[in-house]
DNA sequence: TGAAATGTTGGGGCG
DNA sequence: ACGCCCCAACATTTC
């Protein structure tokens, strides 16, 4: 009798499981386990409510195959040696985890006790991409093209109808639940079902004009699949077979491999700058604008409106998170962990690598950064992506009488004109907290101030 | 995965 | 008819 725990980390899934379909395989019975250990990390809220949600629907999966799910809090290192003892395990099966501190955990465990470790939650290993001259790649380019040249993406592995699992005493999966969980309630269903879901809708109706469509937030162009992918519910590999070919796409899935590579090489940049320059800019401590921010009171409509679209839904379109990190960083000066930290808070596909990088990446720090120079005028950005105001008129409804011509920027508008649309500047809608003309002029000096 | 400043070109108005 | 000026429209450079 063979018998081995199923460890499972940011792999909610049955299916397309790796390391579940050789356990199962291997072994005649196993503990699927989930922990959740607050020392390795701590999640943010949108976080808690999805993997509330996720571990009720692994834990379905596995009563429809016959099996439980274990769900355990507390010190990973402490339970999995009481549950090795207890059930007599030979071996652990878990799928890797590449962020710094769950990998050194994952490491340590390696020593202790013999484990079976696959590559289930990413399309290439990090320590397996070539670096060159002997430094990992800082460019997404070579680094992409790296990838398509090595990879090799595996096919669904087996899994049978029926499985026999160890039953042993599960710890509540009940998070506290705070009042603004309501919101993501009624947005997202964290279940594997419908993450397949979106995948399909998304390859029958948006996959084709994607690579132009992506950028407008008012057209539901983009996949929304980042939360499943997250938690592992979709699995990387099973997203490439069904979207195989596009480009456009297949690209914005390297992102995510670039964030996990990054960070696994570099882990000092979860905290500090990447590129050491940036230790020396001077950044402001504004706490009141930074509330203004984070509420989506700036008087910038197309950053107020995806900060709120933040807040009301738990995620943001990708080009509004370039906006608005922008907004934070060049126009605000509030330093970048600020503003990682409201992300890693309020988003449901909060991932510490891409959160990492997509910050670092806008501030200009990280690797294959925006120059300091680039710095978005929201004003034109909201012109461009959002050209009618639709997007912005969803979160803003205060600004829903406001003809097209001022919609971006309401401070111009002519009074007769606010009057008309029921807006008083200043109370039913924000002046600009920043002059962006100004605080662009200031961006470049203080940029050029550690420039050299 | 910028935007502003500066440079160049070419058509049309006009003396 | 010609040259001059103006200024979009586009291209290039700079931050």
Known sequence: MKKAIVWHNLDLRTEWNPALSAAVQECDEILPLYIYDEKIEKLGSASKWWLEGALKDLSSEYQALGGKLCFRVGDTKKILGELVGKIGAESLYFNAQF????????????????????????LIDPREIEVSKGKPYSVFTPFYKACLKEISVPTKPPLPRK?????????SLKFPHERWMKKLEKNWTPTRREGLKHLKQFISSSLKKY?????????????KLSPYLHFGQLCPHEIWHAVKGKEAYTRQLFWREFGTYFLFHFPDAQKKNWNHKFD???????????????????GY?????????????????NRLRMIVASFLIKDLFIHWTYGEKWFWDTLVDADMANNILGWQ??????????????????TLQGKRFDP?????????????????????????????VLEKAGIHLGKDYPLPVVEHEKAREEALKRFNKIKR
Request: proline content about 9%; charged content about 30%.
């Open 301 to 317: 409509p197309i950053v107020d409106a995806g900060m709120r679209q933040l807040y009301e839904t738990g995620w943001m379109h």
């Open 361 to 378: 990446w806008t501030a200009g720090s990280g690797p294959d950064a925006a120059p300091y120079f680039r710095i978005f005028n929201p």
């Open 99 to 122: 962020e710094p501190a769950i990998f050194q955990l994952q490491k340590q465990i390696t020593k202790k006790y013999p484990c079976e470790v696959f590559n289930g939650n990413h």
């Open 163 to 171: 499985i026999h699992t160890i039953v042993s005493k599960s710890d």
């Open 388 to 416: 009618h105001g639709e997007f912005v008129k969803e979160y803003l409804p205060e600004l829903r009488d406001l003809p097209e011509k001022w919609i971006h920027q309401p401070w111009k508008a002519p009074k007769e």
């Open 280 to 298: 020396k800019f001077l950044w402001d401590k504004n706490p009141r604008l930074y509330e203004k921010w984070t509420e989506g009171r700036t």
């Open 211 to 223: 690579k132009y469509d992506r950028d407008y937030p008012a057209i539901k162009g983009t996949s």
